[in-house]
């Protein structure tokens, strides 16, 4: 399978090189050449599958050209190591539990599928791939633990001294092995700055291979596909519509969601829930497209005035806004809205983080408005992630789950880097 550029359809790369760039060179977003379709045998068989035969089918019919049959096992079953379990909140409305990964969100699938096929991928390159990730919490920790104890794979993660809460730098600094945490005396945007401008550095991309694991990557996309196929596949098989809504940000999730329905899955309909970062929605009710800076919110993992995958999101429907506008529908909330909602879920017994708040209402609404359908939401992140949040919307205390009690345990431990390329330089120079 060749990958083309959204940017010029016509430059078709390997994908070795779509991984290994992560971005096309012209900045458009990497997509397949052509999107496989499952048969309607496998479509109906679904609910007698595992995830992780879902998984090795799904994935055979984009990679089987590239991987072998060992190597998709091996990448899959390193993925699907946790499960994303479908909860029934009421009538007709499931919570899909994407937080039971290592750092407790959605983008622990993406982070692991990207890891294990980077070091498929350069398994007979005789240098080591060095990952560079500047972070400002969430990226670092996804990543860190995607790549933890993966041969081959160094990474090397930047981040603003004191910009980031103690139990997301706990997330990155405490796991040795693989992973260097490297403290900048900065911001966040010094650390992005420094990782982009070892990118453009010469004499280091000749002694060192260097890549980004960015949350563009197809490596990190195509994965997320993966869990709409298996929530279908758990729903009440009752020839109701389906919809599924998906609290987004930069549109990757929902992106693989529609994915999964150009390959086959029969998902009626989407809903793109969004905080008040609302580019999309205002597109899909008939704005232009028009980007803005990022407003802060309470669902800050969705706080983005430019989603990097719009233009993914066109390719999906041939380029076409009528259709996407037509198969996609978008709604945004205030925070306000956001801990109401919560406050509201909890008297049914389900605790809500604040973006899967924002996904239950988007469905809820999407629901009231077009009857006779039965809808699933992404639960992205767990409720203890945001923590001071939750607990201050629903006057209560969460217990932490044990894999983050844990990392609260481990032991800090990073380089320092002074606020300058030169010093970040001279450390790389140094690696072997
Ligand atoms: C990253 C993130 C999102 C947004 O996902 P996109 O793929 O960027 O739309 C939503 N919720 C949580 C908890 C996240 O970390």
């Known amino acids: 399978m060749k990958f083309y550029s959204t940017n010029n359809p016509k430059q078709k790369v390997s994908l070795a090189e779509a991984v290994i760039k992560g971005l096309a060179p012209d900045q458009g977003l990497y997509m397949p050449e052509r999107i496989p379709i499952l048969s309607k ?112 794979v160094e990474v090397i993660i930047l981040f603003p001294k004191g910009k980031v809460s103690e139990l997301q730098e706990k997330q990155f600094t405490t796991l040795g092995q693989n992973i260097t945490a490297l403290e900048v005396d900065g911001v966040f945007d010094d650390c992005q700055a420094m990782v982009k401008q070892a990118f453009l550095d010469k004499e280091l991309n000749e002694k060192l291979l260097l890549t980004s694991a960015n949350s563009i990557n197809i490596a990190r996309w195509i994965p997320q596909s993966l869990y709409y196929f298996y929530a279908y596949s758990r729903l009440p098989q009752n020839g109701k519509k389906v919809a599924f809504a998906v609290p987004s940000g930069n549109f990757g999730n929902i992106a ?18 969004t905080n008040v ?3 999309v929605p205002d597109f899909l009710r008939g704005a232009k497209f028009k980007t803005m800076s990022s407003i802060p919110t309470i669902s800050n993992s969705m706080d983005v005035g430019n989603p990097s995958n719009f233009p993914r999101l066109l390719a999906l429907y041939g380029n076409s806004e009528k259709t996407l506008k037509e198969s996609v529908a978008g709604y945004f909330y205030r925070d306000a809205e956001t801990v109401e909602v919560m406050q509201e879920v909890k008297k049914m017994g389900y605790t809500l983080d604040p973006h899967g708040a924002v996904g239950y209402k988007g469905l809820k609404d999407f629901m009231l408005e077009n009857p006779g359908y039965q809808g699933v939401f992404l639960e992205t992140a767990h409720p203890g992630k945001f923590r001071e949040t939750v607990e201050k919307a629903l006057d209560l205390k969460l217990t932490l789950p044990d894999r983050l009690a844990t990392f609260m345990k481990g032991e800090k431990r990073v380089g320092i880097l002074n606020n300058d390329f030169g010093d970040f330089r001279k450390y790389l120079m140094k690696l072997e």
């Open 256 to 273: 693989a969601g529609i994915l999964a329905q150009r390959m086959g899955l029969p998902i009626d309909h989407f809903v793109a829930a």
């Open 41 to 152: 045998q496998f479509i109906e068989k679904l609910p007698e599958f595992s995830f992780k035969e879902i998984g090795y089918k799904v994935i055979s019919a984009i990679f089987s050209e590239d991987l072998t049959k060992a190597q998709i096992h091996d990448l899959v079953d390193h993925t699907l190591t946790f499960d994303a379990p479908l909860i029934k909140v009421e009538q007709d409305v499931f919570s899909l539990e994407l937080f039971h990964g290592p750092t407790l969100a959605f983008k622990d699938f993406g982070a692991r599928f990207c890891s294990k096929l980077m070091s498929l991928l350069l398994k007979d390159s005789e240098k080591k791939v060095r990952v560079l990730v500047a972070t400002s919490g969430d990226t670092g920790s996804a990543v860190a633990n995607g790549f933890l104890g993966v041969d081959g």
């Open 277 to 279: 970062n609302k580019v």
